[in-house]
């Protein structure tokens, strides 16, 4: 069969995005990509999946993510269900010889985590791990201007990502507010995102103390039996050290009233500083400390073709890119990766470098807001 | 053959959003629009044609454009060739009883805009064409809000269009210079897109006043044997008045150095304002005469699940579309059109009325800023 | 006696602010300037005057602005009153021989205002009309960079004032209503600012377009017995040529929702763009094609001691100006006047080719949109 | 002698701030505010004192501060003097039975600021310490709307406040750069303002834990002799738990570039957000769960005159304040004080609980980022 064969595990938010990037990413990002095919979709109901398939030009589908990570006719596993999901899914289909695509974050616990990333190890296979946001040109743009040494050397750095989907005290309870279900949470849903960012553009973290707080402590069950308990975090905040000496902090929300998806940062170098705020994507705040001082100020840089991949999408600045669009240049990063026979970035075993400081967060608040080293 | 045919004559800039649009229209929109088949794609040379076709995922390429509008594979012809091709591609294609989707603007002459739109009468086709701007959904609010009265009775209108693309005083002289070629200037190419936008919201304009400028009045010869004309116009600017009494202007520059695409507008209100930038087009800004006083301002709306269709493509606010997505609900709406046997918005009848507009600000300049009815 | 003696008539919004910047100009910009004493205030009544005399430390109170302006302690005048009254103040103080700083506009109808104009040239007197928004040190700064040549060849330019004071349906009628007793609406209270700042950066204007618009044209008699005309514009928007050969227009309203102070102008030159919003006053957006493509956007240069004279204010830079030291810049530039003996910017004099273009703006809209030559 | 006697020490930044507002704080407060009379100014040598005696309109003028301090035609003292004069000027000037208005932040150490409270509760008199920032009618609204629960319970609070004053690795080495000359860094200078405005809207920290740097460890001397240690934080940064349950962080940096005077923060609610920032402090933003989910937004709230003091300046919303004008509200309160026999706010006891939250962070991070309980 012609083509990298595509299974998909999952159809809501998250899997749709995967079956639009899919079939979207050669036709945007070109030719030397390989081609692929929209082999087969696994949700539940059975009925649920055929539907989907039809809407998303799948060829078959499937009630049973066993028999998609196990045929022969698929090369490639995206993985886009609940996060209690991703552990078992993601091995089986790595031992079962297939690439994989995982949704963030890869486990509920660090343990399950690093057993995917040596499954990965293992079977040698590609694989990526969404954190869609690192795709982003503007992103791209502030990491090649750091990498030149544009702002000087990075000595500060700081981070924020909130929503506001839990903000509302009258929301009923769900298993999201449940540890054993849901695992970390500002932290898993967000936190991670923030990480990917601040990491990919200051380095690695060396250490870090941190508080976290649960703000609505219980919520009314969906039954009207009472109230239950919420289990893990809303708000999570942590002092950084990073291993080339800056220093920093991140914080995070999940009951943010009115932020829908904030997602900033700001890096401080000894000439310059980048700002960026993820619900205005397509925008870089630039300050350089050069030429005459009465006309210095941050600049608002729009993404245009001089941003790769952004051409690719279109040729013209100021014509934005949306989510979806990430979606697709990490479908082709992935694609590449495969192509070349490389690996892709990250890796389950790089995420492991942003899933572990999440947890190191959690630990140092648990702990007393003691100093966890990395 | 199962599903509609599509043909696709073009592969630049908007080609390539046409084909990403096609491709993903059903995908992002439902299952309820019909199947699309790329059948076939067409441009020149026949090599790039064919190198294209397989980046898109086309069956067929051709460089011959009268083979594919009367392939009988074929059921819909997007043209997205330059603009004094627009008018015998289009007409041709709709006489082999093709339904069409055309790039903006129709035609270098409002007379053979006007022929457009009698051959796609009397083929009874479904026609659209590319006015994009209108299909994102935080316009769509926009226009929700002033339907429903949210900001009273609509007073004025204010709107600008503006791109740097030749702003540069050395930049060379091309064809797009030369009204033979390329028709209008500024107006064509951006300000037919404002049009479409103040009169979705505000209503037909029935009369104006306006003044044209030629900035750079000739440019270097790409040969270097001299210096060429710019026939057509830099800026225009026009005074408005609406049939439903409201006044207004309109003002478009295509050498406004910095802007990438600056598409702004503002609806005055007896009880509020509507205010939008395109280079920000995931927000809108409303004021409202509602509440206390020292509670009023501005607010800045973020498209999301509110606003439909945006969640079409994600369930979560804030999580920006881009510009192809405009494209992509572009086509969902020509399938809808051609599903229910109805007319998709804007027919290229409707797109007159912008047309018209374009033209009579250029004829008003031209006659010395009188006054022009449409 | 010692100092320059000063009388103000009037003590309302703008009376407190001349009071104001009298009691600070010399603290703040520097003792160069001549002192002044706070001699003699006129309001109506008597009390009112010698209880805002109090406040304010002037020495002396009177409920006769005649008195005031013939009073031999009295060197400069400072005229706030509504405007109607300015024409016949001025000239008796030019007259007995004083200084005067006039609020704009100069007066109800141009004949009045070339006749102060011409009173002022007879006394010999220092003469200012208060455009304070040009005491910026955001406009001056931005003045500074387009004459230097940074932004190249004016080519373009837009402006905008709106407020919303008149916005309201239900507000009840007033004198501001009325001809005879307002003379111009928006133009005159909003519009002339405007004038003053496209035609400080870009030069005088040569000939304009323009249309106006009554949006309420009656409005509730106070005394409930019916509706009452309303007579003056509303909005009002201008086609401009400039003398310098740009392009150009301008628009105003007082029926704005939500804008409080909007005073808004770009300037496109050939080589960038400079952009101010009065309601961020401290800020002057600015982009010039220079340096690296994927590195040019508008950058945000906030005011600071590299802006004259901002730090005889406060030394850093970020720490704003409000309105009310715009003012007292005013009265810096009065005195330096009157100390130098040379003529203050802008005198009655050249006041009047800002008041010429309002009129000009209400009287092409009158004549059905003609083309009037300045 | 008629009026409040005003003794003025020092006659840079702060100084003259200090000498404007004491000239203008009735004349726009009004007339229930004691008369003063500019009585003495101290500054070194005094031939500087006596010229800035004349500029800013002081009777007399002195070399040596404790003359001042002593006179008995002097009622109230303004210390503006770099910090580690403060204390002894300001105990002095208390125990001579003055009324003292001393700069922030109020001492080099804790013992010293509590010894200055000491000796301010002995004397009776009334103090305060120059914590502008929270006189804002912008700062003003946000604490009313938070009191009246427009935001519901407040759960989380973030602030930074950042300047780039030490950005420059080339600076040379200044005094500042010594503890025992300046105590703090960021923290005196800038953090402790920050701690004004949190504390203000959200209550009393009860403990917290932090993290300080020095970015630029040394600098070059002025006179070449090689380098001088830095020994103050360039950044400080802390994660807080307030005495409501609502947890939070601050964090300040002087070696921001482009930073100019952030001075920002946001309080989440459970039925809300306030964000404000100082580059633009007649803006608010909030956001409210109110209304239709459509139609919610942050919206930007201008300062006006329903945001009390904003009318004592202009009686025009948008008509901005600038920094000197909080000086001038800063002068009328303190007025007020001492006219009601009464406190100011915040006196130096209430200013210690800013300064022991700054010198806790301070010592959390001396500490090894220990939980510090205030």
């Known amino acids: 069969m012609a083509g990298l064969g595509i299974g998909l595990i999952g159809t809501g938010f998250m899997g749709k995005t995967h079956a639009l990037a899919w079939g979207a990413a050669r036709a945007v990002l070109g030719r030397d990509l390989p081609e692929v095919r929209l082999e087969m979709l696994c949700d539940t109901p059975q009925d649920r999946a055929a539907e989907m398939a039809d809407q998303f030009g799948f060829a078959r589908a499937t009630g049973d993510w066993r028999a998609l990570v196990t045929d022969p006719a698929v090369d490639v596993v995206s993985i886009t269900t609940p996060n209690n999901l991703h552990h078992e899914m993601a091995c089986t289909a790595l031992r079962a010889g297939k690439h994989v695509w995982c949704e963030k974050p890869m486990a509920l616990t660090l343990a399950e985590a690093e057993e995917m990333a040596q499954a990965a190890h293992e079977a040698g296979a590609v694989t990526m791990v969404g954190y869609n946001y690192i795709r982003n040109p503007a992103f791209l743009h502030a990491k090649k201007l750091i990498e030149e040494g544009r702002i000087g050397r990075v000595v500060h750095v700081r ?10 005290p009258d929301l009923p309870w769900t298993w999201r507010a449940r540890l054993q279900d849901a695992g970390l949470g500002t932290l898993g849903d967000l936190g991670c995102h923030l990480v990917s960012m601040v990491v990919g553009l200051a380095g690695p973290i060396e250490s870090l103390v941190a508080d976290t707080q649960i703000i609505h402590d219980t919520r009314p069950l969906p039954d009207g039996s009472g109230r239950g308990a919420v289990e893990n975090e809303d708000t999570a905040t942590a002092l950084l050290r990073f291993a080339n000496g800056a220093h920093g902090s991140i914080s995070s929300s999940r009951s943010a009233w009115g932020r829908k998806n904030k997602l900033d940062w700001e890096i401080h170098g000894t000439r310059g500083m980048i700002c960026f705020a993820q619900e205005r994507m397509n925008e870089l705040q630039v300050y350089l400390n050069e030429g005459p001082k009465a006309e ?14 952004f051409s690719a999408f279109v040729p013209a600045p100021g014509h934005q890119l949306g989510f979806g669009d990430l979606k697709t240049i990490e479908a082709a990063d992935l694609l590449t990766a495969i192509r070349d026979g490389g690996q892709a970035y990250p890796s389950m075993q790089d995420a492991l470098v942003f899933e572990r400081v999440i947890h190191a967060i959690a630990d ?11």
């Open 364 to 374: 140092s608040a648990r702990r007393g807001c003691c100093r966890v080293t990395l």
């Open 296 to 309: 210095q100020g941050f600049r608002t840089i729009l993404s245009g073709p001089e941003h790769p991949p």
């Open 159 to 168: 981070g924020w990502v909130d929503e506001d989907y839990q903000a509302d």
